[in-house]
């Protein structure tokens, strides 16, 4: 293997990743703190997309307005979602909650359909954004760099916002026993509403951050669920940096199999997933239930 | 006013007549004959209903009863398919043979695939079913010398149904073949789930833990259970590809697994009648709402979706419990006060 | 200046679970700084009781104040906010949190470096087990958790459900001193549910005896202790 | 005397936490043998060793002379060797009658039968029957157990050990959460338990383990500090200041 | 009477677009043509079919025969729902007109099966002598690895090598993926002249192009030769990246004849929202042929004939002079090259500037010569 091909693998890799991870970062939140299996997840990206391609234009607003404001109405769809649908299910199975999610996503998806028509629809960048950037050896896409450092952001923001204020403790008492932790003084209603609006957001900005990799069109949200579920799965159900390095792990073995074996590139990105679970049935940073 | 006073032999063997032992498979035979003779023209609708009701059933023993959780039932009812596609194309046209030929297949991916996933538990074993079914459909893509790849497996003819009935182009002897291999899966399958097997399995959804300190072999009955849903997938693919005349891709697909999930809990997860009355409803829901207005079914059934589950948390089964106990005492109210 | 005096009061409350009455009838008030006792055998109701108090039962007929005011209707966290403490019976340990973050999770927004070290020092197994994960506790390692993450919302009344359970007498002996050394210096009023009835004799001033939902005694522990027949009936012992 | 359950240098430690250290006590047959110690001594922990649901890091179990250290818990439980728990594991959704089927099954081994033979099936129904008996559950047996109160549970908790008919019984703190009064029914159905059945007891209530036991352990720190007849360990300073405390002192002497 | 016709096609979903044409083209041909063919009136029924599913096409074929009475079959996008109800076809003698599956060896799986649409050698063949014309000598071939990307695969390999050309590599991409970054870096390892690609449109199509793009492949000069890939439809979504790009395929809507404007024209009246896409020309033809052989049965319910009076037909289309093939059955049409530009009010549309005319399925004369 030359050295410009294996370098080649690392950047598309490294790329392709982070765009994983913008994507699943929000799922994870949810799917770690709430323990709600979201199916939705990908609608709320797929709606963040729609919107980030239609407001500018419909409301003349600048481009990235426009992506700050779409990404604030998925929030507050979210935020209807939860308090008049999801938040009867918390104490249901999971496997209610998929269904309910999954009934979610099919009304999105036919809304959207409704709304946008059936084709792809292409999301303007920002100025900054367009172009390329040369390596030397080759080049690569600006805004697959800023996507990356997006990633980055965001995962330390959250580490803060999370991980390291008594905000993530609350969200998971309230998740293992809500009874009980409103019986402690938690206010277990705004907790939750918080944290999935909190993930739906994340969800619209990696729809939209994604957008060029993962075109948005109706099918979207089914049809990059399986990616979103695997790259959370190997990371270790909800862990912050588990995803990060999931998206990492996976995107990597996919990418190189494209430059050596692209046939088989979907399943060797099956294959990762399978091995890495049999080894560590909790994933790569999990904590063991 | 908790002090119940119970029978002193509160597990005494209930003596019930014969037809009322076999009263879900009477009403199935019952409901599938007056199916016939209301709708002798949608034969072909009523024949995938029956199918995809066998399918159901295999997921609702493993989900419902075992409690495994999986995504990737569509393996095994693929599996199924491409089997008794194999069997009628390079060995004989039997549909019988190649039915059983097919539940066999679908039995062993399941055990194949069971021995290395059923270990793990939760959103692992999800992914993990999830996984081996997009690998296998890898691999059928990739071998389409065998499988046809994505053009599907097809060209196959299917015999007479025991060397007497022709399956046509009306498909009476189709339906009539779905119909009576679901009554009997559904027989055999509500036998297992009252028997000590399935009351271990219902044990063991609830708490796995508890089961191995009473010197159970969770592993080994999980694989038990796995193995027969198998089995019983592989049985409704193979009748899908037996009157279809086709194994695809698709039949491996992701969206095939979640389709036969939304299907059980529509009707109830617990009881296996819930599989199949989820079945009919939410194909039949499909095929009048796509006929009204295609264009916006989607909407139907995922707001459908969401509302059974919250009106109706035992799925329409529940429903349907409701009514049997509130007709069967008259005069008094739903709940005691 | 004198605090009004702080009171958790029953009015003839019936409550149960899904439409189904468990207790009948039932009234008392505790103070800040008394002490309750409520006995029964299994399936008595003490539970629900409790639960009724803190919302976690459906009320379906009565009242219940609680520092003046009514609060049927309040939700549960609002009452555990208002100064309301639950211990509940089976411990509920949230198992994803460390033994650290359950007791941060009934802070209240106090900071952890006050509220913690009086804690920790009533039990100090739980620092030595700080970083575990909350339920990899021994059980009763786990009601000391239970217990210390009801303490650290600094309620001024403490509903007890069998905190005594699954502790190791001498441990038992230290945490019924810190509970009574609570309600006399700080006031805190405590409703206890115990099986063990010399236990709840010793220590409650008054005590309620349920039998099926309905209170079968109510009134001071010193009179009960006589009443040998009322015990055999209702919770089918004989005091040795 | 013979000795059923035997363990030789059993240590277990979670990271750094040595929660068995060295442990070697023996059950005979017939025992009524008590363990107590303080909370987090690593009473329970010895039972997940005992039982097979832990594997010791070192040391030896033998039953009847023989290793069992190396077979899975479900072998175990085959050679009679059936624990409860210390807070109550149902099965949440099923009646009482079928939480306690469920080990009955499996005591016949027959939780893979598809279709019972009547004369089975009669067999199990008594044993549900007898067992339900044993400790008053009939008439709650047709309820759900996630219904009952959580002192109804423990009830059956132990209903689905005995129904087991184990050869040595580990109890793990039976009467938790069974009131004063109740605890005599516990007490009735351990007391009638054949005399040739080993059963060890964790109890922290020390009116059960003195009216039960004839040898008591006392487990500190995860090792063994005394053992010896209810009277020897009931006099010991260094156990009374480490456990029983002034009351627990004086419930040593009823 | 009233003769009907059982339409199949994807009318939710993420297809639907191609539902929505297909039921404007056959509006659009009544309102040009008239509701009656040799006196007798066409009525046209459709039936969603979102995904695939064989089962249920072969179930909404039976109960449009049965139930409905239909005397025609036609729509279906995909193969394996076409296989499906090819068998069907052939127990019940019902002619099928296949709008749109294009899979090469269709056609043999029934005798009662026609095509109004194309198969990817006979675009691909035209496209490699393209290439060759333009003295193209190293292609890299790059398809999504499902049949009809094979299939274009082959036809335009076969014709591009035996004419001289020199095939630098074939790459398949697995069919859902989206990343096409990586394999345009490898297409630009190899230094081609030009890349030949077929992908399914939507989100692939989409990707592929702007990674051609971003992998700088444009600017260094590597010719972009496609079939499908600037479809009507994708000229919308995608646009800008799509200028310059070469394709050869069978119709668009620019193509300019008297006949293909009023159809336009009439499109735009009875399905504002459809888009004059190739399934116009498709379903256009397909109802075309459906009158064609009610009248030569005169209405009657005879499969067998209406097959034989459809072999050899031949008449104007909006997309230029066809035939079927009195042999094969297959659809004979020109291909055109067609190059992506911006008109004069600002949309993009594929401008034919080259004409390979009356072209066969060259997958079936290839599979011959094998
Ligand atoms: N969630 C519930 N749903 C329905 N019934 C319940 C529920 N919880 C308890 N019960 C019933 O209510 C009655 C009273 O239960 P409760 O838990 O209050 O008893 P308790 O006095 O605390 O008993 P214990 O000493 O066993 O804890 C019991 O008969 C019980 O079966
Ligand atoms: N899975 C585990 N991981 C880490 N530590 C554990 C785990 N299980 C138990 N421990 C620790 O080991 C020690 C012994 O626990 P064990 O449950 O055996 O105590 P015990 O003697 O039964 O106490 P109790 O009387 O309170 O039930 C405790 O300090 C506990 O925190
Ligand atoms: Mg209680
Ligand atoms: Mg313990």
Redesign the pocket.
């Known amino acids: 293997m030359s050295l410009a091909l294996l370098s080649s693998i690392l950047i598309d890799g490294v790329a392709y990743a982070m765009i994983l991870f913008m994507i699943t970062v929000g799922l994870s939140m949810t799917m770690g703190l709430m323990r709600v299996v979201n199916l939705a997840h990908g609608a709320f990206a797929m709606l963040g997309g729609f919107l980030a391609a239609t407001i500018p234009q419909r409301l003349g607003v600048p481009i990235w307005l426009g992506f700050v404001l779409a990404i604030v109405l998925v929030g507050l769809v979210a935020l209807l979602f939860e308090r008049i649908l999801l938040r009867r299910f918390y104490r249901r199975d999971d496997l209610d909650q998929m269904l309910m999610t999954i009934g979610l996503m099919f009304v999105a998806t036919a809304a959207v359909n409704l709304l946008f028509g059936s084709t792809v629809t292409s999301v303007a960048l920002p100025e900054l954004f367009n172009g390329t950037v040369d390596l030397g050896f080759r080049s690569i896409p600006r805004h697959r760099l800023i996507v990356m450092a997006c990633g980055l952001v965001v995962v330390c923001i959250l580490w803060l916002a999370v991980d390291k204020s008594s905000f993530g403790i609350r969200v998971r008492a309230a998740v293992d026993n809500a009874p009980i932790a409103r019986a402690i003084g938690i206010d277990t209603t705004k907790i939750y509403a918080a944290t999935f609006v909190m993930g739906a957001a994340l969800a619209a900005l990696g729809g939209i951050a994604g957008a060029e990799l993962l075109p948005m069109e109706p099918t979207y949200a089914s049809k990059y669920l399986v990616i979103l579920l695997a790259v959370v799965a190997v990371g270790g159900n909800g862990n912050l940096f588990g995803s990060f390095f999931a998206a990492l792990l996976l995107g990597i073995v996919e990418t190189s199999m494209k430059y050596m074996v692209p046939q088989l590139a979907s399943a060797a990105f099956f294959l990762t997933m399978i091995i890495v679970l049999l080894v560590r049935p909790q994933g790569l940073f999990g904590r063991h239930a | 006013?908790?002090a119940v006073s119970a029978p002193m032999t509160v597990t005494a063997p209930s003596r019930v007549r014969p037809w009322m032992q076999l009263r879900g498979e009477l009403v199935l035979m019952l409901v599938g004959l007056l199916a016939f003779v209301l709708f002798p023209q949608d034969l072909g609708l009523l024949t995938n209903m029956a199918t995809m009701s066998i399918f159901a059933l295999s997921l609702s023993l493993v989900l419902g009863q075992a409690g495994i959780a999986t995504l990737g039932q569509a393996a095994l009812y693929g599996s199924g398919a491409y089997v008794a596609g194999w069997t009628a194309l390079y060995l004989t046209a039997d549909p019988i043979v190649g039915l059983l030929l097919g539940g066999l297949g679908g039995g062993v991916i399941a055990l194949l695939s069971g021995a290395v996933m059923l270990r793990s538990t939760k959103l692992t074993l999800v992914m993990l079913t999830i996984a081996v079914a997009q690998l296998l459909l890898e691999l059928a893509n990739w071998a389409r010398w065998l499988t046809g790849g994505d053009d599907g497996l097809a060209g196959f003819n299917i015999g007479p149904l025991l060397g007497i009935w022709e399956f046509n182009f009306l498909s009476y002897t189709g339906y009539f073949y779905a119909l009576g291999a679901l009554v009997l899966v559904y027989f055999l399958l509500r036998n297992l789930v009252e028997s000590p097997f399935g009351l271990t399995a219902r044990a063991i959804r609830q708490d796995p833990g508890r089961v191995q300190a009473l010197g159970g072999r969770v592993y080994l009955h999980l694989l038990a259970v796995y193995t027969v849903g198998g089995i019983v997938a592989g049985l409704a693919g193979a009748l899908t590809a037996q009157t279809s005349k086709v194994a695809n891709l698709f039949m491996l697909d992701f969206t095939t697994s979640a389709g036969v999930v939304v299907m059980i809990v529509l009707g109830g997860t617990r009881r296996l009648s819930g599989a199949v009355l989820g079945t009919v409803a939410y194909m039949t829901i499909h095929h009048i709402a796509s006929t009204l207005n295609p264009y916006h079914w989607l909407f139907f059934i995922g707001s459908m979706l969401i509302v059974v589950l919250i009106v109706l948390p035992e799925g329409l089964i529940g429903l349907v419990d409701r009514t049997v106990a509130y007709t069967k005492r008259p005069g008094r109210s739903g709940v005691a006060r | 200046m004198p605090k009004p005096t702080i009171e958790l009061r029953f009015d003839d409350v019936t409550a149960?679970?899904?439409g189904?009455p468990?207790?009948e009838h039932l009234s008392f008030s505790v103070r800040e700084g008394e002490r309750l006792g409520?006995i029964?055998?299994?399936?008595?109701?003490?539970?629900?009781?409790?639960?009724t108090a803190m919302g976690l039962?459906d009320l379906m007929k009565g009242r219940i104040h609680f520092g003046g005011d009514d609060i049927g209707n309040a939700s549960t966290y609002a009452r555990s906010r208002a100064g309301l403490g639950y211990v509940p019976?089976s411990r509920d340990i949230f198992p994803s949190l460390t033994v650290e973050e359950n007791l941060l999770s009934g802070l209240q927004g106090r900071s952890a470096s006050v509220a913690l070290p009086p804690i920790y020092a009533l039990f100090p197994r739980l620092k030595e087990r700080r970083r575990n994960g909350g339920t990899q506790l021994s059980g009763g390692e786990q009601q000391m958790l239970s217990v210390a993450r009801a303490l650290v919302g600094q309620p001024r009344i403490l509903l007890l459900?069998?905190p005594l359970e699954g502790l190791a007498p001498m441990v038992r002996e230290e945490l019924m001193d810190a509970i009574v050394r609570m309600s006399d210096q700080l006031g805190v009023g405590c409703i206890i549910?115990e099986?063990h009835v010399d236990v709840v004799l010793e220590f409650s001033n008054n005590v309620i005896v349920?039998e099926r939902?309905l209170a079968a005694y109510s009134g001071s522990a010193a009179v009960l202790s006589g009443e040998e027949a009322l015990l055999n009936r209702t919770i089918g012992i004989q005091k040795c | 005397m013979t000795h059923r359950l035997q363990t030789h240098g059993l240590c277990h430690s979670f990271g750094g936490l040595a929660v068995t250290q060295n442990v070697t006590l023996s059950l005979p047959l017939g025992a009524r043998t008590a363990l107590i110690g303080p909370n987090g001594a690593g009473k329970t922990t010895l039972v997940n060793l005992l039982s097979g649901a832990m594997r010791p890091q070192s040391g030896d179990i033998q039953l009847d002379g023989r290793s069992i250290v190396q077979l899975p818990q479900y072998a175990r439980v085959r050679n009679g060797i059936v624990r409860t728990f210390q807070i109550s594991r149902l099965f949440k959704e099923l009646t009482v009658a079928d939480n306690v089927r469920v080990a009955v099954l499996q005591r016949h081994r027959a939780s893979m039968q598809w279709w019972p033979s009547p004369a089975r099936s009669a067999r199990v129904r008594e044993d549900v029957d007898e067992t339900l008996g044993m400790l008053g559950l009939h008439p709650y047996a047709n309820?759900v157990v996630?219904?009952?109160?959580?002192?109804?549970?423990?009830l059956a908790e132990i209903a689905l050990a005995l129904a087991m008919k184990p050869q040595v019984l580990l109890l793990d703190e039976p009467g938790a959460?069974?009131?004063q009064g109740?605890g005599g029914r516990i007490m009735e159905a351990i007391g009638s338990l054949p005399k040739d059945l080993s059963v060890l007891l964790i109890e922290h209530d020390m009116d059960l383990v003195f009216r039960f036991a004839s040898h008591i352990i006392v487990l500190v720190a995860g090792a063994v500090m005394v053992e010896g007849t209810p009277q020897e360990v009931a006099a010991n300073e260094q156990v009374k200041q480490i456990y029983f405390g002034r009351d627990g002192h004086a419930q040593a002497h009823h | 009477d009233v003769i009907k016709v059982g339409v199949i096609a994807p009318m939710s979903g993420p297809f639907s677009a191609v539902g929505q044409t297909w039921e404007g083209a056959t509006k659009a041909y009544q309102k040009l043509n008239g509701t009656t063919a040799g006196g007798h009136t066409i009525e046209v029924i459709y039936r969603d079919l979102p995904e695939i599913n064989p089962a249920q096409a072969k179930a909404l074929a039976q109960e449009l025969i049965v139930k409905e009475g239909a005397q025609y079959i036609a729509g279906l996008y995909f193969t394996p729902d076409t296989l499906a109800v090819a068998a069907l076809a052939q127990e019940a003698k019902v002619p099928v007109v296949i709008f749109n599956a294009s899979t090469s060896s269709l056609l043999d799986k029934s005798d009662f099966l026609l095509r109004t649409s194309y198969t990817l050698p006979q675009m691909a063949v035209p496209v490699a002598k393209y290439a060759l014309e333009k003295n193209v000598r190293n292609a890299v071939t790059l398809v999504s690895d499902f049949g009809p990307g094979l299939d274009a695969e082959k036809g335009f390999t076969t014709a591009f090598v035996s004419g001289g050309g020199k095939l630098l590599e074939a790459i398949r991409a697995p069919l859902k993926t989206t990343d096409f970054g990586p394999l345009m870096q490898r297409v630009k390892a190899l230094k081609p002249d030009a890349l030949y690609v077929f992908a399914p449109g939507g989100p692939a199509t989409y990707a592929m192009v702007k990674a051609y793009n971003e992998a700088g492949l444009r600017a260094a000069g590597v010719r972009f030769l496609g079939t499908a890939e600037t479809d009507e439809d994708q000229l919308r979504a995608i646009g800008p990246d799509l200028l310059g790009i070469e394709t050869g395929m069978f119709y668009s809507a620019t193509h300019n004849s008297p006949l293909n404007n009023a159809v336009i024209k009439a499109l735009g009246e009875v399905a504002p929202k459809a888009i004059p896409t190739v399934q116009l020309a498709n379903a256009y033809d397909g109802l075309h042929v459906i009158y064609h052989m009610v009248k030569a049965t005169d209405g009657k319910r005879d499969g067998a004939k209406a097959l034989v009076s459809a072999k050899g037909h031949s008449w104007e289309s909006p997309r230029g002079p066809v035939k079927i093939d009195p042999a094969s059955r297959e659809f004979v049409q020109n291909v055109y090259m067609r190059v992506v530009e911006k008109d004069p009010s600002g949309r993009y549309v594929n401008r034919e500037f080259r004409t390979f005319e009356m072209q066969p399925d060259y997958g079936r004369t290839q599979n011959a010569s094998k």
Request: proline fraction near 2%; avoid cysteine; glycine fraction near 20%.
């Open positions: 006013m908790n | 149960g679970y899904g189904l468990v207790l409520l029964g055998r299994n399936g008595a109701g003490k539970t629900t009781t409790l639960a039962a019976q459900d069998e549910v099986q349920l939902g | 309820r996630g219904q009952l109160a959580l002192g109804e549970q423990r959460g069974v009131p109740e």
